[in-house]
């Protein structure tokens, strides 16, 4: 496994407010953490939110490389997105609006590509999740 390729790594360390925690991804700082009705600070974004965050970007920066190789001016691109409990499974709703003129076949092609994103192909045939715990340095 040490030889695949990484598509994304975080590094993550809990800050000092009870369920924050600090994010460095690349050169980027972020924070993740509860809302104050769970116990949180509200410091930053909760888990899920972070989650929907990666599916909407990677939809809208994907829409918009097809259409800059088709040439289609999409204009801003916007896009909703919801977890919601069905039941005993959650699901994802996505609803994509397109500010710019474009026709139905190509409304039908976008939405076709939207559901081939990397992080929607991802999210749907689910990703395996190995966990391990290593001392910390200085630690036995």
Do not use: N
């Amino acid at each position: 496994m040490a030889d695949s390729p990484r598509l994304a790594s975080v590094h993550m360390t809990s800050a000092p407010e009870r369920y924050a925690q600090h994010i460095r991804a690349g050169h980027h700082t972020l924070v993740a953490d509860e809302p104050a009705s769970l116990g949180g600070a509200d410091a930053g974004p909760a888990p899920y939110a972070l989650v929907l965050s990666g599916l909407g970007a990677c939809t809208a920066i994907t829409l918009r490389m097809y259409a800059e190789r088709k040439g289609w001016e999409l204009g801003e691109i916007a896009i909703d997105l919801a977890i919601v409990r069905d039941g005993d499974a959650e699901k994802i709703e996505r609803t994509i609006r397109i500010a710019g003129a474009i026709t139905e076949e190509q409304r039908a092609r976008l939405a076709e590509i939207a559901d081939k994103t990397p992080v929607t192909k991802t999210i749907k045939r689910g990703t395996m999740i190995a966990t391990s715990f290593v001392p910390t340095p200085g630690q036995a």
